[in-house]
């Protein structure tokens, strides 16, 4: 599924005046691409996912889908940083909510879910709960998931932001692992642009708040990438022109 | 090392306390046999024993036990119900909380016996008003608990659940109710312990059966014995219910391995 964001904006009415956090917000995401979005702190990141996924309204502006909704599935599903999980519920009700959802029974739904479990190394996990979990493995229930959810487009807010570099090298990797085998459109939001680097087919890097889109650059390093795509001279070029744009956006949101 | 490690299994198991108590009643035995404590004020422990198997087995105590456990469940039914389910869509309902709350914050520090009197008046002296000053103890606790545990829900889960197209219904099953059990459990167990002691203090002053009416008997015929009887049956009461309501806790909440209530 492809969808497209026409002028999209949002403005936050609070006791103490309205706050724009989003303006015109304009992108098409094409079907199986995996777009990152980075930004400065604060610039809207989160509120555009959300519109995205429906949990907010915009103020101004249009998302048009290519599908419409069918069978109750959901457009999107949502991973996010952390406390995304049901602390009552084992990994496996967890991964199988979405699905819950849609009003499959007991059986069928575990049987669907375990798989990705399994998928996603938590199969002695499968009864546990979250909280006898570490972040990493908290992570990987999240993506399993939205994966099993069947959503055509995935929403990602910062989903390793709070992990140790290692455990978050390797999640990204086992993400693209998943998502070749499994393509969908994907969203991710991060503030780490060698996260974006290595994960995106497209970049989106956005201006301070309220935010819109400033530039896209395009990824093309062959797929599947791993850590030696990071030592690559056009993934340090790109780096440093990303830094430079944020940087500007960060000096400007200061004032 | 090794000897002092041991000290301390032996504590934890709890044996030193079954010690203490024994030695403390030994000493009272004693004290009442060399007159240095009044057998009147301070029967001794063996009187005491004998009389609680008496009243066992002429089942004066399981009549007098059951009728207060038998209140305290219709109070806690009849009160704790709503309570829970008024707490639920409180908490959920920020709109409902702040009209409502502030009912609820004028009406929850009246002490329930105070208002026995008024009850009375308008139920009439038999067992209704007893019951009702009853579930209303119970209602408070549950109510308030229920409400806040509801509250300090995560928006998060609230909209994860949104996004995967939960319905008004599976957000009560399974993000609400869940998300403030832990809380609920306190509330419940307040609501009981408030309850037991409620029932208590409507027997001292207004009824035949039921334990609290058998410890103003036997404070008013001056059975001391019978007095530390069913004062220990009531403990005993106390002790059974967070007992229980701490099995039902690990039972239900698995997710909160810290969860003590």
Known sequence: ?255 | MKKNHRFFGFIREGWLTVLIIFLFLIVWELGVFIDWLSSLFFPPPSVIIATFNKLILNQKLLDHTGITLWRVFLGLILGGVPGLILGLILGWSPRLYRLINPFVAATHPIPKIAILPLIMIIFGIGESSKVFVIALTAFFPLLINTAAGVQQISQIHFEVAKNYGANLTKIFTRVIFPGSLPLILTGLRLSLNLALLVSIAVELVSAQKGLGAMIWLAWQTLRTEELYVSLIMTALLGILFNYFLQRVAVYLVPWKSEQRI
Request: aromatic share 8%; proline share 4%; charged share 25%.
């Open chain 1, 1 to 255: 599924m492809n969808f497209e964001c026409r002028d999209l904006g949002k403005v936050f009415q609070t006791r103490n005046g309205s706050i724009p956090a989003l303006g015109d917000i304009k992108f098409h995401a094409r079907d199986k691409e995996f777009i990152c979005i980075v930004g400065p702190s604060g610039c809207g990141k989160t509120t555009l996912l959300k519109l995205i996924a429906g949990l907010l309204n915009p103020t101004t502006g249009q998302i048009f889908f290519s599908q419409d909704l069918q069978d109750g599935i959901s457009r999107s599903a949502l991973v996010f940083q952390e406390h995304g999980l049901f602390p009552w519920m084992t990994v496996l009700d967890n991964v199988a909510f979405g699905l819950e959802m849609r009003g499959k029974g007991k059986k069928e739904r575990w049987d669907l879910a375990r798989p990705f479990i399994e998928k996603v190394g938590l199969k002695a996990f499968v009864n546990n709960y979250p909280h006898e979990l570490s972040m990493g493995m908290r992570q990987r229930v999240g993506i399993a998931r939205a994966f099993v959810s069947n959503s055509q487009i995935l929403l990602m807010d910062e989903p390793f932001g709070s992990l140790d570099a290692q455990t978050k090298l390797i999640l990204q990797e086992e993400l693209l692992k998943i998502w070749r085998e499994d393509q969908k459109c994907v969203i991710y939001v991060t503030h780490d642009i060698e996260e974006a680097l290595f994960l995106g087919d497209r970049v989106l890097v956005m201006t301070a708040r309220p935010g819109h889109i400033r530039e896209e650059i395009p990824i093309s390093f062959n797929r599947p990438r791993d850590l030696s795509t990071k030592e690559l001279p056009d993934f340090i070029k790109m780096k440093g022109h990303i830094w430079k744009i944020l940087k500007e956006e960060v000096r400007k949101s200061r004032g």
